[in-house]
């Protein structure tokens, strides 16, 4: 039988562990390669994102944010995906870089002739990820417990990170198209 565990210290630890995560992100995320990113993405024909597992679910959350902000957003593997080309823009992520199904997605996009732009949302560089793309979003979290002092589990610093760059993202377009909150009613679904 294991010891009685404070559940509620626990999650306030973990949940001040990642406050702290974002606070540092913040402070060390590349701002100048985010601004020219979020010009590529209100630039862009459409914007195309693709993750695994965990990944999967922040690119579902990105896309619908991005979507909110009127662009054109398309999940590859979902029923609205397009074609991929050169107006495109397509976002990998994948916290190691080498998850094999979005290494595969970016060879393809790569190998597609006319392909657009893809871009990396990593917390490693160089990875197999990073290589194939014309511009990489560092996301400095970690995405592996590296000690006993780790509280959140697993992906979960990047996960949050990576998910908080997207809507840092999603903001800075807002100010380039001089759009605020009210006209994100416009982009929203009416029947959900």
């Not at 973990?14 to 701002?31: K, S």
């Not at 990820?129 to 610093?157: E, I, K, M, N, Y």
């Given at each position: 039988?294991?010891?009685?565990?404070?559940?509620?210290?626990?999650?306030?630890?973990?949940?001040?562990?990642?406050?702290?995560?974002?606070?540092?992100?913040?402070?060390?995320?590349?701002?100048?390669?985010?601004?020219?990113?979020?010009?590529?993405l209100?630039?862009?024909?459409?914007?195309?994102?693709?993750?695994?597992?965990?990944?999967?679910?922040?690119?579902?959350?990105?896309?619908?944010?991005?979507?909110?902000?009127?662009?054109?957003?398309?999940?590859?593997?979902?029923?609205?995906?397009?074609r991929?080309?050169r107006?495109?823009?397509?976002?990998?992520?994948?916290?190691?870089?080498?998850?094999?199904?979005?290494?595969v997605?970016?060879?393809?996009?790569?190998?597609?002739?006319?392909?657009?732009?893809?871009?990396?949302?990593?917390?490693?560089?160089?990875?197999?990820?990073?290589?194939?793309?014309?511009?990489?979003?560092?996301?400095?979290?970690?995405?592996?417990?590296?000690?006993?002092?780790?509280?959140?589990?697993?992906?979960?610093?990047f996960d949050?990170?990576?998910?908080?760059?997207?809507?840092a993202?999603?903001?800075?377009?807002?100010?380039?198209?001089?759009?605020?909150?009210?006209?994100?009613?416009?982009?929203?679904?009416?029947?959900?």
């Amino acid at each position: 039988m294991s010891a009685a565990v404070d559940g509620g210290a626990v999650g306030r630890a973990v949940m001040l562990e990642l406050a702290g995560t974002l606070e540092r992100v913040a402070g060390e995320l590349d701002w100048s390669r985010a601004e020219a990113l979020a010009a590529r993405l209100d630039g862009a024909r459409r914007v195309l994102l693709f993750g695994a597992g965990r990944s999967r679910g922040i690119a579902l959350a990105m896309g619908q944010r991005f979507g909110h902000v009127g662009l054109d957003v398309a999940l590859i593997g979902e029923g609205g995906n397009r074609r991929f080309d050169r107006r495109d823009v397509l976002i990998l992520i994948s916290a190691s870089g080498t998850t094999r199904s979005t290494v595969v997605t970016g060879e393809l996009a790569r190998e597609a002739p006319d392909g657009g732009a893809i871009v990396a949302f990593t917390a490693t560089d160089p990875s197999p990820v990073a290589d194939l793309a014309d511009d990489v979003l560092l996301v400095p979290a970690r995405f592996r417990s590296t000690g006993p002092a780790d509280l959140a589990a697993f992906t979960a610093p990047f996960d949050l990170a990576a998910l908080v760059c997207g809507e840092a993202l999603a903001k800075m377009v807002m100010e380039r198209r001089g759009m605020d909150d009210a006209d994100i009613e416009l982009h929203r679904p009416n029947v959900e």
